[in-house]
């Protein structure tokens, strides 16, 4: 499966820490979006898609959330509940986010603007897309 956990660098001092993301430096791809999910309780599900082209960094800046992901082929599930560490998600992969803290805060970053034309939101598209296509052969 190609997602990639990245450790970013803590910048920690007296003052306190910093983490800084810089586009093509410690994640592989240039951001145009950010966005950020909160107050998602924990009986919730969301996600259920993969997407045609978007690439993300997900983080879990505050709290912790489970993401279930998916190739069409492998699963996995992974625990995000640390602000150090960066799910670097590419876009051929289903995914889930559930069991969230009530104090989650998952902030994402996107390699492209919001498009509801880049998701796949079903999954036999999904499959069909990704993992039957002759792009994938
Ligand atoms: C993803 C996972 C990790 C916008 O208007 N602009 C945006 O940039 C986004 C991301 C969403 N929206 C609207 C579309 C829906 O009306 O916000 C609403 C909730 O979006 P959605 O149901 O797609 O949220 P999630 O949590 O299922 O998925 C989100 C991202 O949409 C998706 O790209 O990979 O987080």
């Known amino acids: 499966m190609n997602y990639k956990l990245l450790h970013m660098n803590i910048h920690g001092d007296a003052q306190g820490n910093l983490i800084s993301i810089e586009s093509m430096k410690n994640i592989p791809f240039e951001f145009k979006r950010m966005y950020y999910i909160f107050g998602t309780q924990p009986n919730i599900r969301r996600g259920k898609h993969a997407h045609k082209k978007t690439e993300q960094v997900l983080i879990a800046i505050k709290g912790s959330c489970k993401l279930f992901l998916d190739d069409g082929t492998n699963k996995e599930t992974i625990k995000l509940n640390k602000n150090y560490e960066v799910l670097y998600l590419p876009p051929n992969l289903w995914h889930e986010m559930y069991d969230f803290s009530t104090d989650c805060v998952l902030v994402v970053l996107a390699s492209d ?11 036999d598209d999904f499959l069909k897309y990704w993992v039957h296509d002759e792009k994938n052969n």
């Open 113 to 123: 603007f919001y498009n509801e034309n880049d998701y796949l939101r079903k999954y």
